[in-house]
Structures are given as structure tokens and as C-alpha cells.
């Protein structure tokens, strides 16, 4: 069984500072994505960033490129999102996901698909206060 377990989520003032985890087990092959999402209620989940397992290619949406970097510890199973210059836009509850292939790291069309991904953690909320 695939399990996804994001923590880190966290209240911080406007320009501060957060590194969301993800731990990841039960995936059955090396050659899968894993993205970060989020999502404000009432809206639209949106794709923000993503790296593939088989050649560490990253991609970020435009809205947090610069601010924010991916990183996986494939020793410990877990991919981190550090997130800085926080900014209150960036408020929403902060998602982990995986599918397996790479493709899905290659475009960031797959952003605006989440229904493409199968596997998905409970979330973890982040609040920055301007």
C-alpha cells in the first residue's frame, strides 16, 4: 500500500521560512514523480512542484519558482519542499502526491491535472500572516 505522510505545515509571518516533508512508502518501482500540490478552499488544487525519481529533473510553477525548492533523501524516503520568502498567498493546505513515471515531471501541464495522480497524502496546512 502507497502511503504519503506530509508534516512541516506551520503559522509564519509573511517573508518567513517553512520546509514541508513528505514521507513516502509502499511505492512498488524507482521510476515515479512526486508533486507537491495545494489547495485554498473553494478553489482549484494546483500543481507547484515536482521531481522525478529516475533523473531528479525538477520543475516549479511560476507563482513559487525562486522561493521555493524540491529535494528528495531517497536513504530516508522523503521529499522536502522548502519554502522561503513567504508571502500570505501562499496560505493553503500544502499536498504530496505520487504517480509512477517520469512524465510526469517533464511538463508542467500535469499541474493542472491532479485527477492524473493516484496516490496522496492528508495534507498539511500552512498559514503565513502578513
Known amino acids: 500500500e502507497v502511503q504519503l505522510v506530509e508534516s512541516g505545515g506551520d503559522s509564519v509571518q509573511a517573508g518567513g521560512s517553512l520546509r514541508l516533508s513528505c514521507a513516502i512508502s509502499?511505492?512498488?518501482?524507482?521510476?515515479?514523480?512526486i508533486g507537491w500540490f495545494r489547495q485554498i478552499p473553494g478553489k482549484e488544487r494546483e500543481g507547484i512542484s515536482c521531481?522525478?525519481?529516475?533523473?531528479?529533473?525538477?520543475l516549479y510553477a511560476d507563482s513559487v519558482k525562486g522561493r521555493f525548492t524540491i529535494a528528495n533523501d531517497n536513504a530516508k524516503n522523503v521529499v522536502y519542499l522548502q519554502m522561503n520568502s513567504l508571502k500570505p498567498e501562499d496560505t493553503a493546505i500544502y499536498y504530496c502526491?505520487?504517480?509512477?513515471?517520469?512524465?510526469?515531471?517533464?511538463?508542467?501541464?500535469?499541474?493542472?491535472?491532479?485527477?492524473?495522480?493516484?496516490?496522496w497524502g492528508q495534507g498539511t496546512q500552512v498559514t503565513v500572516s502578513s
Open positions: 502526491t505520487a504517480e509512477y513515471g517520469r512524465a510526469y515531471c517533464t511538463t508542467t501541464y500535469y499541474f493542472t491535472r491532479p485527477d492524473e495522480y493516484d496516490y
Open positions: 521531481i522525478s525519481s529516475s533523473d531528479l529533473n525538477t
Open positions: 509502499g511505492l512498488a518501482y524507482d521510476d515515479y514523480t
